[in-house]
């Protein structure tokens, strides 16, 4: 089957990173970093206690894992396959596999066969990895509950998001793989609010998330010039 809004260049990167995924030490260690602060803005807007939450791109399952900890019965959808195999193995020995399902498909096609089923739905650090954003918006959509949540995460496209995403996390820090980020693909906060409005969605919430590189801390912000967060409902 054609996907037309994957990128296998992006789906072939991360399977050939995927036994590093739950390596605390490895390329994903930002990821691990950043978790909690993903999970505590999620928890802060919705109790997820026996809640039906989606997460997309889930990868090996960072987030997933930690959503079905707050309580939630968690899907999980990502078109790369070895993560996805981490992810399934590392739910076992959590003794999490109960609560979470993983699926290899697109958000477009599991949109389909699932309209409505969910409570939450979260999109996190994965839009700037799709050709078309917008067509991963429109399916968050028809997934969520009239009165559902969704959750994004992405990246800022302004001269200060290339310096610190790219040559600082890339090439300078070291933080994540050279090649992790396309600077062209960067999303600005007016054109994910442009797009929620189009898809029938009310931006809640934008928030942002910054890296102290001196402390090595992370932290969310007002600031928004990098990493930012967004919390968005279906419109009545």
Same mark, same amino acid.
């Given at each position: 089957?054609?996907?037309?809004?994957?990128?296998?260049?992006?789906?072939?990167?991360?399977?050939?990173?995927?036994?590093?995924?739950?390596?605390?030490?490895?390329?994903?260690?930002?990821?691990?970093?950043?978790?909690?602060?993903?999970?505590?803005?999620?928890?802060?807007?919705?109790?997820?206690?026996?809640?039906?939450?989606?997460?997309?791109?889930?990868?090996?399952?960072?987030?997933?894992?930690?959503?079905?900890?707050?309580?939630?019965?968690?899907?999980?959808?990502?078109?790369?396959?070895? $993560?996805? !195999?981490?992810?399934?193995?590392?739910? +076992?020995?959590?003794?999490? @596999?109960? &609560?979470? *399902?993983?699926?290899?498909?697109?958000?477009?096609?599991?949109?389909?066969?699932?309209?409505?089923?969910?409570?939450?739905?979260?999109?996190?650090?994965?839009?700037?990895?799709?050709?078309?954003?917008?067509?991963?918006?429109?399916?968050?959509?028809?997934?969520?509950?009239?009165?559902?949540?969704?959750?994004?995460?992405?990246?800022?496209?302004?001269?200060?998001?290339?310096?610190?995403?790219?040559?600082?996390?890339?090439?300078?820090?070291?933080?994540? $793989?050279? !090649?992790?980020?396309?600077?062209?693909? +960067?999303?600005?906060?007016? @054109?994910? &609010?442009? *797009?929620?409005?189009?898809?029938?969605?009310?931006?809640?919430?934008?928030?942002?998330?910054?890296?102290?590189?001196?402390?090595?801390?992370?932290?969310?912000?007002?600031?928004?010039?990098?990493?930012?967060?967004?919390?968005?409902?279906?419109?009545?």
């Amino acid at each position: 089957m054609s996907h037309p809004n994957v990128d296998q260049g992006e789906v072939s990167k991360f399977d050939a990173l995927a036994r590093k995924w739950w390596d605390k030490e490895s390329e994903f260690k930002p990821l691990h970093e950043i978790n909690p602060l993903r999970v505590g803005y999620i928890t802060d807007r919705v109790d997820l206690s026996g809640k039906r939450a989606l997460d997309v791109g889930c990868g090996g399952g960072i987030l997933t894992e930690a959503l079905a900890s707050a309580g939630a019965r968690v899907t999980g959808i990502d078109m790369a396959e070895r $993560p996805l !195999g981490v992810a399934k193995l590392h739910a +076992f020995e959590s003794g999490l @596999e109960n &609560a979470i *399902d993983y699926v290899q498909t697109t958000i477009e096609d599991y949109a389909s066969g699932h309209e409505g089923e969910f409570d939450v739905v979260t999109c996190l650090e994965m839009l700037e990895h799709v050709p078309d954003p917008n067509s991963v918006i429109a399916a968050c959509k028809r997934l969520l509950k009239p009165d559902g949540h969704l959750f994004l995460s992405t990246i800022n496209r302004n001269p200060k998001s290339y310096l610190f995403a790219v040559i600082g996390a890339e090439y300078v820090l070291g933080l994540l $793989p050279r !090649g992790t980020h396309d600077y062209t693909k +960067f999303i600005k906060p007016s @054109e994910l &609010a442009r *797009d929620l409005r189009e898809n029938g969605f009310n931006l809640r919430d934008v928030t942002g998330m910054t890296y102290n590189p001196v402390t090595r801390v992370y932290r969310l912000a007002r600031d928004t010039d990098v990493n930012y967060l967004v919390h968005a409902t279906p419109a009545g």
